[in-house]
């Protein structure tokens, strides 16, 4: 902790904030930490503000609360079906706490997106209950389906998954468009008396067409996919950059690494055995990025369009770039042997993997060499090609200047999941082939690694100029993710220690403790679960999974913005040439960084969920042709309407529905996991092994229906409908009463809770 600042300093250092700070910056920025400490440095603050000096930020919500009536925006059901939702405006330094909304029966029911009046009641650590009061207008609703034609106009049915609401559609309002048309429209009624009325908008094909899958996961998301011709102009007028005013690394023997099929190559390494006798064992490694900055600078067509998207978003059969090609393939992209502007940095590291120095260059370079993966990886193993034969030495410096930055990486000991990631292929049809899943091989780990380095290096650079940059934060987990993590190892007979500060090596025990076992891939899940979701920041929070105190964005600007905001404050910070004023970070940039920061992790979270989506759609229309069959795998989730099971063979989640399991009432307990049968007493919980019969795969929702067969090698019996205990003709099943099955659930939990207390 660091000492009181005197009010000169303080006072000082606010007038060179360009916004009002709140007490937890000024706290975070002074290390002041503790109550007592606090509480003086209120006092300070409240002479500065009597002076004049300093202004008190006020707040929304955090600890004034939120007004008893506020504007929601609805953000949809949750895993356990609870409609969830945000206050339309939260400037508070904290999160929005969680809202429920508990709606009225004769109520419309309220989907993601709509605007509510409601009123506030506190629901103690669970957040707020709201209470609708009404409906505001927040425009027209888009619909995204497939057009049925009637005799009068049609109908529009929905493609999102679990969704059964049509739409109807005037002959005038059809756009012309054809049966089974995928088309997107506009809600023009509510569903007061019938079916609810809509617009058609845009008709986009045949939903069967080949790559119409990621097509559709790209309207439903609103990810725009096509450049504005002003955006498309300013890319195309773009021009080669001259060399004057840059340092020159054309002479360093860098080279690009990445997969087999990338198209752009934003990112280059070098490596080589440090000859400073200071820094015996130790090495130089340089990364060199593309200079994105050069080209699209502060306020232009394309900063905005930029902006706009993000980020760039990947699906099996397109890209959706964050740039037009001009600059992402050729202008920005590191060919071999094309002289590229790039923003580099030379880092010093010791024998044992630290980094001890590092330098910033605004320069040019010419790769001499694009290597895949797998040519990377050959040559680590000393069989080299004819590409990598020429640069083995400097690849056998690569190597060895990671194994050592291994030796720190295991004393830092990031977060160590494994798993396995999911490879859609398809032919050139578009149609799926086969699913694998994509191997990790050393190469990979060289580049991330070193991505990483440089990532820490521009984040500290930035630090000590006292620069304002975008940090990319991952918060450690919430006390309650952390003791429903606990709860899954202890029913897998793992530990996960209480009452000490959590690092991410208490979870790599618990990981190791799991590795190899049959709660391997369950454990590894857990803990994924359990992790908040990273997202940008204009203050630095630190990133809990790789257990780095300063992390920002600085090596993809191709393809983030978040980088390119990182590179401008690097020009900025530096005056960097030849144009510091044209292209590094604006003033506008500035004031303008925690709206970025909002907008482009709410775009990142945009693109995960349209990826993940189109990878569902492409596994049920890969498995639409095995309903009947069976398969292996493991329960994943549990929610009150049912469980689901990801399957061994692809990865694939499926949903057992509850009315399926049987004849009898499941309780869903949410802090054990579990479903628990009333009358048969059978628990179903997280982890355990299941053989189910894939009875439903509807490729346009991307939704697959299971059949539970068998629960850790034991038959699914299921009560004859109308029956009275038993299993079907024949010999009756054993049938467990209510307060049988209570009993047994209650001695389940005082075992959980004694081996608690012995850990």
């Known amino acids: 902790m660091s000492p009181m600042p005197s009010k000169s300093d303080v006072a000082a250092w606010l007038s060179e904030q360009t916004a009002t700070p709140t007490l937890r910056e000024i706290a975070r920025a002074f290390g002041i930490k503790g109550g007592a400490a606090k509480i003086d440095l209120k006092r300070l603050l409240s002479e500065l503000e009597a002076e004049g000096l300093y202004t008190r930020r006020k707040r929304r919500g955090g600890g004034d609360g939120l007004p008893p009536v506020t504007v929601l925006r609805v953000s949809g059901p949750d895993a356990d079906g609870d409609i969830l939702a945000a206050p339309a405006e939260w400037r508070g330094d904290e999160p929005a706490p969680r809202i429920q909304v508990i709606e009225r029966k004769d109520q419309p029911a309220l989907g993601a997106g709509d605007r509510v009046l409601a009123k506030l009641v506190p629901a103690g650590e669970a957040g707020f209950h709201a209470h609708p009061i009404r409906v505001l207008q927040s425009g027209p609703k888009q619909v995204l389906g497939i057009y049925r034609k009637g005799s009068e106009g049609g109908r529009i049915l929905p493609i999102d998954k679990g969704a059964d609401l049509e739409w109807r559609v005037s002959g005038k309002d059809a756009s012309g468009a054809k049966d089974g048309e995928l088309v997107e429209a506009e809600q023009t009624s509510s569903a007061r008396m019938g079916l609810p009325s809509a617009r058609i908008t845009a008709r986009l094909g045949d939903p069967g067409a080949p790559r119409a899958v990621s097509l559709i996961a790209i309207h439903q998301h609103g990810i725009p996919d096509q450049f504005p011709a002003e955006v498309l102009a300013e890319a195309e007028a773009a021009e080669e950059m001259p060399l004057a005013g840059r340092s020159d690394l054309r002479d360093l023997a860098l080279i690009t690494i990445d997969p087999s099929d990338a198209r752009d190559h934003d990112d280059a390494v070098y490596a080589e055995r440090d000859s400073d006798p200071k820094n015996p064992g130790g090495f130089i490694v340089w990364v060199a990025i593309a200079d994105v900055a050069a080209y699209v600078t502060p306020g ?7 902006r706009t998207r993000g980020n760039s978003s990947y699906f099996p059969d397109r890209v959706v770039p964050m740039l037009p090609d001009r600059l992402s393939g050729d202008l920005c992209s590191l060919h071999e042997n094309v002289e590229r502007p790039v923003m580099a940095v030379r880092m010093v590291i010791d024998a044992h993997g630290n980094k001890t120095a590092h330098a910033f260059k605004r320069g040019m370079m010419r790769s001499r060499a694009s290597l895949s993966y797998e040519q990377a990886q050959a040559a680590f193993d000393g069989t080299p090609d004819e590409v990598a034969a020429p640069l083995a030495g400097m690849l056998g410096d690569l190597f060895a200047a990671w194994k050592a930055v291994g030796i720190a990486r295991g004393q830092r000991q990031p977060l160590n999941l494994d798993l396995p990631e999911r490879k859609i292929i398809l032919d050139e049809d578009g149609q799926v082939t086969s699913v694998a899943f994509r191997d990790r091989i050393d190469a990979h780990k060289v580049i991330e690694d070193f991505m990483v380095l440089a990532n820490v290096a521009a984040a500290e650079e930035l630090i000590a100029r006292r620069s304002n940059l975008l940090f990319r934060v991952h918060e450690e ?24 500060v959590l690092q991410t090596r208490h979870l790599n025990n618990l990981l190791e403790q799991a590795s190899g076992g049959e709660f391997d891939e369950l454990i590894n899940m857990a803990t994924l679960r359990s992790m908040t979701q990273a997202y940008y920041s204009p203050d630095n929070y630190g990133h809990f999974g790789l257990a780095l105190k300063n992390y920002a964005h600085f090596t993809s600007p191709i393809r983030r913005y978040a980088d390119l905001i990182v590179h401008r404050a690097l020009i900025r910070a530096h005056g960097f040439g030849p144009e510091v004023n044209h292209d590094g970070l604006s003033d506008w940039d500035i004031a303008n960084l925690p709206e970025t920061a909002t907008q482009i992790s709410q775009t990142e979270r945009r693109s995960m969920t349209a990826e993940r989506d189109t ?29 689901f099971v990801r399957l061994d063979e692809t990865g694939a989640d499926g ?105």
Do not use: C, W
């Open 300 to 306: 232009s067509e394309l900063d905005r369009e930029a």
């Open 477 to 500: 987990p919430s006390a309650e993710k952390l003791d429903a993590l606990r709860e899954v190892a202890l029913g897998a007979g793992l530990v996960l220690a209480k009452g000490q």
């Open 615 to 643: 990878t569902d759609r492409y596994l049920a229309a890969f498995m639409a042709d095995r309903v009947g069959a069976t398969f292996t795998g493991r329960i994943a989730g549990v929610a009150r309407f049912g469980l």
């Open 655 to 759: 949903l057992v529905p509850i009315r399926s399991l049987g004849n009898e009432y499941f309780r869903h307990d949410v802090d054990d996991q579990t479903l628990t049968g009333e009358r048969s007493g059978r628990v179903l919980g997280l982890g355990q092994r299941v053989t189910a019969k894939l009875s439903e795969a509807e490729a346009m929702t991307g939704g697959l229906l299971l059949e539970l067969l068998e629960v850790e090698g034991q038959a699914i019996a299921r009560a004859k409908k109308g029956g009275s205990g038993k299993g079907g003709r024949g010999k009756p099943r054993a049938v467990v009463s209510r307060k049988g099955a209570a009993a047994k659930v209650k001695k389940i939990k005082a075992r959980k809770k004694a081996e608690r207390k012995r850990s």
